[in-house]
Nanobody, 124 residues
Framework: VQLQASGGGLVQAGGSLRLSCAAS????????MVWFRQAPGKEREFVAA????????YYADSVKGRFTISRDNAKNTVYIQMNSLKPEDTAVYYC??????????????????WGQGTQVTVSS
């Protein structure tokens, strides 16, 4: 599975951005697609996840109600719509994939497939 992330940029606090993650290669409805982020000097942290089937979504408490993860199976693309952005959302955002939603899906070490990061900077 190859992943290509895009859509980052600079935005003022309170603004919005949408990130995209295009997938190619072998995937299935059981695959889970995840966004992580990593701020300077901090560990990579879970942001949101969705099954390719689209039946379930999962969010970190810090983004719940502000971020929405979705997928377009026809385009093999997963999106994350980020609203009401805060300076603390500033980070490099990564998409990742694995074959199922099992235990540890919020742990970045559980993922083999990664896209390149895309920088999101929120100014105050």
């Amino acid at each position: 599975v190859q992943l290509q992330a895009s859509g980052g940029g600079l935005v003022q606090a309170g603004g919005s951005l949408r990130l995209s993650c295009a997938a190619s290669g072998r995937t299935s409805s059981s695959y889970v697609m995840v966004w992580f982020r990593q701020a300077p000097g901090k560990e990579r942290e879970f942001v949101a996840a969705i099954l390719w089937s689209g039946s379930s979504t999962y969010y970190a408490d810090s983004v719940k109600g502000r971020f929405t993860i979705s997928r377009d199976n026809a385009k093999n693309t997963v999106y994350i719509q980020m609203n009401s952005l805060k300076p603390e959302d500033t980070a490099v955002y990564y998409c990742a994939a694995r074959s199922d939603i099992g235990l540890g899906y919020r742990n970045p070490t559980e993922y083999v497939y990664w896209g390149q990061g895309t920088q999101v900077t929120v100014s105050s």
